[in-house]
């Protein structure tokens, strides 16, 4: 490459001074009208100026490398689809066998990321691509995808280099999709909520298909707008899958996004607590803190502070207290409390045999009855005497103790979600504050969480029919809100006991639950207080898998299975079933090939956009400044580029000749004053 250059001899303003004062002369000669001096002395500013600025001739020695042309393939997987990646093959091999020996091909194959909205996050893949080709061999990109991307922040690319867009598919594909228009988080237990589906390519009156939880519900229909509307019911507390499905349309090729799925999670509007003490203490402050400060909770709170057997000279119309309702709370009221606490409650004389029966059938038919036991407890007329007694799952064995101890959590504890995580939570090698007071027992049923001295039950928990039990035997959780003895977890251990007797769905022992992970595996988690049962899992195409699991010493189990054929995957471990969507993520949202938004970064370049279900572009080389992109035809530019060898650099002009034309010319400028002296004063 050779290029005109100049090497001054001098600082670039000294060297305009000086050819100033030389020409400043020749310029006031010639306003006098002496042409022949003015001329030569101009003559002579201009030869000094080629002498000082030494104009020289610059030659490069390069080495001819070839140009580079980028090929970002998409390999995500909605070019799976129908014969789309075999179109990019085809298309690949071609523009390389149009290249000749000046061309490069470096080929980026990416899968890019999901985007939220749909398709492919390609963009930042373009730009990283041609950002690591040289600027000055870069002739241009070609992107080999179905256009299926993101609409993201276009890249910053090289000036003057042209990106193309190849599309592979079918242009005129048909697709009918299903997506989630609208769907609550929550749906109050009892009564109906409405969750819509929109349908992409469906018709009005179009079957739609849908379950709660596997048990098929009544069809619905699709509106002209293409909305279909479903009134989900829920019937318990805890999550509720919602399944969705469409038929096919005739020559549909994909249909996992056919079908839709929704999770609801039951809830109750509020739940209503009865909190009954027998006798004020700091225990008793403790559960009504506990209680009242959770907003999820309508809390009632009696406390006894006079029987009716109780002497007192106190005039009735002078105290300050109500009476004990207790044909109210036990009769009218009873069924409508999702949990009553008896706190150090053993005033047999303030109930019958009959309230305590009918509190053990409320248990038995789906209730909850937390028991906090005193050292009446085990009195011959104390609670455990009582119906309610005999189905507690702890039975008192000795007196009442006030020996310093530190609550342990049991192996089952261990497992149980009310106690597995507490001591992680408090802080690891932390140790828990004592307890000073506890009573003796022995578990008979149910699990023990929490034990004391000696191995003793602390908080048991049992389930009843279709109730549950909790039995607490001590008065000191109190302590661990105060920071005696440096504290404890209470309201963590208090709002799990409570929430899980009320059958919180985070808090079940046994749970099952799955998740798709991309576009072709299922993630299967498992909670269980004994050993995992095998885990089925039925495909939408083929036969049922069983898998074999082995619990951690949390109780918990997971597993990762392939999942290739899109669609409904229901996985069932013993009684317990859940669902899982596979191949409906964003990538499989709309599989319709489209040349938007990649076609407004072709066009922001100079590039085209080509479908190859209408050929294979030729290739053409082109200049930088000509266009890149025509009918059928697509160019990259020549950059003539290569590796820098070496420089040369030869005077423009020889220096003898210019040293010969600056004297010439100061001797015939010398002349020409010489003969009119007087008029050049």
Do not use: C
Not at 608 to 623: I, K, Q, Y
Not at 650 to 656: A, I, K, R, T
Request: aromatic residues 6%; proline residues 9%.
């Amino acid at each position: 490459m050779t290029a005109l250059a100049i090497d001054p001899l001098v600082p670039v303003w000294a060297l305009w001074l000086l050819v100033l004062l030389l020409a400043a002369p020749g310029l006031a000669a010639l306003w006098r009208r002496h042409w022949l001096a003015g001329a030569a002395r101009l003559a002579a500013a201009v030869v000094a100026f080629a002498i000082l600025a030494r104009p020289v001739t610059r030659i490069e020695e390069r080495r001819a490398e070839p140009d580079i042309a980028v090929a970002v393939v998409d390999t995500s997987g909605s070019m799976a689809i129908g014969n789309r990646r075999a179109e990019v093959e085809a298309a690949l091999k071609a523009l390389r066998t149009a290249s000749g020996p000046d061309l490069h091909w470096r080929v980026v194959e990416t899968e890019g990321q999901p985007g939220a909205t749909g398709g492919t996050a390609l963009m930042d893949e373009i730009g990283r691509a041609i950002g690591q080709t040289p600027a000055d061999r870069l002739a241009g990109a070609v992107i080999l995808s179905d256009g299926i991307v993101t609409r993201e922040h276009p890249p910053v690319l090289p000036e003057g280099k042209p990106v193309h867009v190849l599309l592979a598919g079918d242009r005129a594909m048909v697709d009918r999709r299903m997506v989630v228009q609208a769907a609550p988080p929550y749906a109050v237990v009892g009564q109906t909520a409405q969750v819509t589906m929109r349908v992409d390519g469906g018709v009005a009156g179009l079957p739609v298909n849908w379950s709660i939880d596997g048990q098929p519900q009544p069809p619905v229909t699709i509106d002209a707008q293409g909305l279909a509307r479903l009134p989900v019911k829920v019937a318990r507390r805890g999550p509720a899958v919602v399944t969705a499905s469409v038929p096919p349309a005739p020559g549909e090729l994909v249909t996992s996004n056919n079908a839709a799925l929704v999770r609801l999670n039951g809830v109750r509007d509020r739940l209503a607590v009865l909190l009954v003490s027998g006798a004020p203490s700091l225990s008793t402050r403790s559960w009504r803190d506990i209680l009242t400060l959770d907003a999820a909770l309508d809390t009632v709170h009696f406390t006894i502070l006079r029987l009716p057997s109780s002497f007192d000279p106190t005039p009735t119309e002078e105290l300050s207290l109500i009476p004990f309702p207790v044909e109210q709370l036990f009769e009218e009221r009873l069924p409508r409390f999702d949990l009553i606490v008896l706190d150090r409650f053993d005033q047999l004389d303030l109930l019958s045999a009959a309230y305590f029966d009918a509190i053990s059938d409320y248990v038995r038919n789906g209730g909850a009855l937390l028991v906090v036991a005193g050292p009446e407890h085990q009195q011959p007329f104390g609670l455990s005497g009582t119906s309610v007694g005999r189905m507690l799952p702890a039975k008192p064995t000795g007196d009442w103790e006030t020996t310093p101890y530190r609550a342990v959590v049991t192996d089952s504890g261990r497992r149980h979600p009310i106690t597995a995580t507490l001591e992680e939570e408090w802080g690891p090698g932390r140790p828990w504050g004592r307890w000073r007071t506890h009573l003796p027992a022995t578990a008979v049923s149910g699990r023990t969480l929490l034990s004391g001295p000696g191995g003793s039950p602390l908080l048991v928990v049992d389930r009843q029919g279709r109730g549950r039990i909790g039995q607490l035997m001590t008065l000191d959780v109190w302590r661990w809100g105060r920071g005696v003895d440096g504290g404890g977890p209470r309201d963590t251990l208090l709002t799990r006991l409570v929430h899980w007797l009320m059958r919180e769905p985070d808090l079940e022992e046994e749970q099952l639950s799955a998740r798709p992970l991309g576009d072709d595996r299922i993630a299967v988690s498992v909670r269980t207080m004994t050993e995992p049962e095998p885990v089925v899992i039925t495909p939408p195409q083929g036969q049922p898998q069983r898998f074999t699991l082995q619990a951690d010493t949390r109780g918990e189990a997971r597993l990762a299975v392939p999942a290739p054929v899109p669609g409904l995957y229901r996985i069932e471990s013993g009684n317990r079933r859940t669902f899982a969507l596979v191949g409906a993520g964003p990538e499989r949202q709309e599989v319709r090939p489209r040349a938007e938004p990649l076609a407004e970064l072709a066009k922001r370049t100079g590039g085209g956009v080509f479908w190859l279900a209408d050929g294979v572009p030729s290739l053409r080389r082109t200049a930088a400044d000509r266009p890149q992109a025509g009918n059928g035809w697509l160019g990259l530019v020549r950059n003539d580029s290569g590796a820098l060898l070496g420089v040369h650099e030869e005077p423009l002009l020889p220096p003898l000749l210019l040293w010969s034309l600056l004297a010439a010319a100061l001797g015939l400028a010398w002349v020409a004053e010489r003969r009119a002296p007087s008029r050049l004063v």
